[in-house]
């Protein structure tokens, strides 16, 4: 079997110190006159796309339908991607470090996967409805690489997923508190839209969202044992926690980094309380091996949500999988009604979506390429301390193989508590526009100028390459 993608684990207690130093320094960011620049490049190289996004906010809700496409100023419009790279609409080409959210550790639109989707079209076609052999295959290929994952229902989306994980952990304990660490994005339904992207912000972007919805959602601060214990405790006082839900590098892929012990430790507070414990594998699933999270960290959850991966980038990408008995929740059928915990979709589960899921993985393990993903990011994020340190910038980057963080503005690691919080807000977040935009106009596609995937298309030169932006902006960057 392939290997793992983290060939060193990150120093979370200095990291966290750099990103707390980094929170109270002045921001470090391009002046009004370098900006210009980029915005007279976007005007005179990207025609097509500023077309394009204006035809698009007339009919498109804020002209994108995924935030991940914005950009400033305005989105770029991408026809073609392959391998590292995307192209957009005038012929710009970028290096793909977005990899559309995660799921393309191969590297854009792999050939191999492309003529098993299209040999599939041919005889079969998207959808039918009834039972399909890639189902199958995809669910016991997931189990060989993943063991404590007995049984597999596959869905739409990582967001149904965890819908569907936290139905099941409260069918089977009758408990009907979740807890979740606070920053973590587990998806954008009900009962997670609670403390998002900053810790301890509770219900803030809970818009259109019923109070009700929320009542059994709690969050605790990343790697607070003692918050979690305590919250543990006093929802057993309440009827008790269904599942603690936990994305394994930290909140939002490691934004919120956790120790190398964190997730052994939730596991035994798990225990203690009579809890599940689900580990939201969406972006973990695959990209940090093939035996996902649990396998590196050795730590067996007892339900694991799966997205982007599962489906090797083609759409219809979510499942979840689990213990046997917990599995059991979802059982088909009529006859089981009041019992099970319903879930489905018309599309779920579709030929295309496990026949892309199935031959990816397949590629994933034959090819290494989870290893191969983490050693790009690897020497990615040793050449951006290298310029970090000669640009003698305050920026903080670390990674966990193939999820290499890059923190410039530090708006993300914001705390609550600092009297400062709201007057740093505006000008940080502004600041991040401007590297994710700046990063673009250089040749770089980042995910909202803070974070990047790699993939195993990430050669030494493509690395190299990518270096070289990086510098051209930081080389912008205003003296302190
Ligand atoms: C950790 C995590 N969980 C869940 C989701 C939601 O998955 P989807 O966008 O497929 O609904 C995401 C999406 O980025 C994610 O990163």
Known sequence: MSSYGISRYPDVKAVEARLETLTHTPIRTLGADRLAEYHAWYEQRTPASKQAAAEAEAVIPGGVQHNLALNDPWPLSVVRAEGAYLHDADGNRYIDFLQAGGPTVLGSNPPAVRAKVLELLEHCGPVTGMLHPAE??????IHD???????????????????AAIRAARAHTGKAHIIKVGGAYHGWS???????????????????????ALANTAETAPGDLEALRARLAANAA????????????GPESGTHPVTREFNAQVRELCDEFGTLLIFDEVV????????????????????????????????????????????????????????????????SANPLSCTAGYHTLLEMDR??????????????????????ARYELPYVT??????????TSGVLHLSLNDPEFFDKLGPRKDMLEH?????AAEGVITLAGSRIYTSMADTDDVVDEALAAFERVFAKIQPA
């Open 136 to 141: 199958t295959r995809l669910a016991k290929l």
């Open 145 to 163: 690489f993943m063991p404590a994952v007995h049984k597999f229902r596959m869905l739409g989306s990582g967001t149904e997923a965890v819908m």
């Open 190 to 212: 009900d009962q997670v839209v609670y403390g998002l992207r900053i810790p301890g912000t509770g219900s803030l972007e809970a818009a259109g969202i019923p109070k009700t």
């Open 238 to 249: 309440e009827g008790g926690t269904a599942a603690v839900i936990v994305e394994p590098v």
């Open 284 to 347: 973990t699933g695959f990209r940090l091996g093939m035996g996902g999270a649990q396998g590196y960290y050795e730590v067996t959850p007892d339900l694991t949500v799966f997205g982007k991966c599962v489906a090797g980038g083609y759409p219809g990408a979510g499942g979840v999988g689990g213990r046997e008995e917990v599995m059991a929740a979802f059982a088909g059928g009529l006859t089981a009604a009041g019992q099970r915990a319903l879930t489905g979709g018309t599309l």
């Open 367 to 388: 090819l290494d390429a989870p290893a191969k993903a983490g050693a790009a990011g690897d020497r990615l994020r040793e050449g951006l301390d290298a310029l970090i």
């Open 398 to 407: 670390y990674n966990f193989g193939s999820i290499v963080h890059l923190h």
């Open 435 to 439: 590297m994710s935009m700046a990063f």
